[in-house]
C-alpha cells in the first residue's frame, strides 16, 4: 500500500501547479476585494506556506479557497498534496470523498480517494473506489498494479489480485512492475 501512497503523493503533486508569490495579507486586490476572501490569493498563500514546510496552515489556506468560492477542480490537489505532506490522509480522504460526491466520474480522483481509504484502513470503501477506477482506467498500467497489490497485501486476496496483474503484465510487459507482478501471478493448475 506503501506504493498507492506514493503514486497518490506524485499524481497530487503534478496535478499542484505553483501559484506564485505570497501576497500580503492586509492589502486589498485591484477588484477591492480582501485577500482572505480572495480564493486566488488564499491559493497563493496556501502556496508560500507549502513551500515552507507548513503543510497544515497550507492545508487552511487552500480549504479556505475552496470555501470563498475557488474552483474546487483546481484547489484540490493543492489541498491533498498538503494534507498528504503533514501526515494527515483522514482528512486527506475526507476532502477527495466530498470532491467524489460531487464529481462521481472523475476516475483519477475515485483511485486518490481509494488509495487515501486504503492508508487510513477503510478498506471497504478502498475496495470499492479501487475496483471502479481500474475499471474505468482499464489501459492505466499503474492503477493496475495499485490494486492488484492493494488486494494481495491489504487483503491478503490473491486470487482477486491475479486478473489485476495479469492486465498489468498486458499493458506494460516490461514495466517497473513487470518483475513483481510476474511473480505474482497465479498458476493454474491442471
Do not use: W
Amino acid at each position: 500500500m506503501q506504493r498507492i501512497l506514493e503514486t497518490l503523493a506524485v499524481v497530487a503533486a503534478v496535478f499542484a501547479a505553483s501559484c506564485g508569490a505570497p501576497v500580503n495579507r492586509s492589502a486589498k486586490d485591484a477588484s477591492g476585494a480582501s485577500p482572505l476572501k480572495d480564493p486566488v490569493a488564499l491559493v497563493e498563500q496556501g502556496e508560500a506556506f507549502s513551500q515552507n514546510g507548513d503543510f497544515t496552515r497550507a492545508q487552511q489556506y487552500f480549504a479556505a479557497a475552496i470555501a470563498a468560492g475557488g474552483k474546487s477542480k483546481t484547489i484540490l490537489p493543492h489541498l491533498l498534496k498538503a494534507c498528504i505532506a503533514s501526515g494527515d490522509l483522514r482528512l486527506a480522504a475526507e476532502y477527495a470523498e466530498n470532491e467524489l460526491s460531487r464529481n462521481p466520474d472523475d476516475a483519477h480522483l475515485r483511485f486518490l480517494a481509494g488509495a487515501l481509504e486504503a492508508q487510513i484502513g477503510n478498506r471497504p470503501a478502498a475496495r470499492d473506489h479501487l475496483v471502479q477506477a481500474a475499471k474505468e482506467l482499464q489501459k492505466d498500467a499503474n492503477v493496475q498494479f495499485s490494486v492488484a497489490t492493494f488486494f494481495r497485501d491489504d487483503m491478503q486476496d490473491r486470487i482477486e489480485a491475479d486478473p489485476y496483474f495479469r492486465t498489468y503484465l498486458a499493458l506494460a510487459p516490461l514495466g517497473e512492475h513487470a518483475p513483481e507482478a510476474r511473480g505474482s501471478v497465479m498458476e493454474r493448475v491442471q
